[in-house]
């Protein structure tokens, strides 16, 4: 049983950063991709950015590209979603996501494995 865990959201005010880390056990970052996806009330599931299992193929929604750096740590089965230059849309509930294949990485259906979402808001 794979089981995800989530810690780092809270409340920001616009221009700062923010830090989310998403630790797992089992084998989920084995031999997949993991995500990053954010969900305001009301609204679908977003993407937000994913990673390979080696960390070297990198991938970013538009609307965060140059604010957002995805990584992982393999060894200690830790994720990270660094969020700089926060902007009060970037405010939802984000959610890490592991055990997504190359292609369809931006699906939030293909992944498996959620955790439980940690609230991140920005204040204008």
């Known amino acids: 049983q794979v089981q995800l865990g989530e810690s780092g959201g809270g409340l920001v005010q616009a221009g700062g950063s923010l830090r989310l880390s998403c630790a797992a056990s089992g084998r989920t970052f084995s031999s997949s991709y993991m995500g990053w996806f954010r969900q305001a009330p009301g609204k679908e599931r977003e993407f937000v950015a994913a990673s390979s299992w080696s960390g070297g193929r990198l991938y970013y929604a538009d609307s965060v590209k140059g604010r957002f750096t995805i990584s992982r740590d393999n060894s200690k089965n830790t994720g990270f979603l660094q969020m700089n230059s926060l902007k009060p849309e970037d405010t939802a509930a984000y959610y890490c996501?592991?055990?997504?294949?190359?292609?369809?990485?931006?699906?939030?259906?293909?992944?498996?494995?959620w955790g439980q979402g940690t609230q991140v808001t920005v204040s204008s």
């Open positions: 996501a592991a055990g997504a294949g190359p292609a369809t990485f931006m699906n939030p259906r293909a992944y498996g494995y």
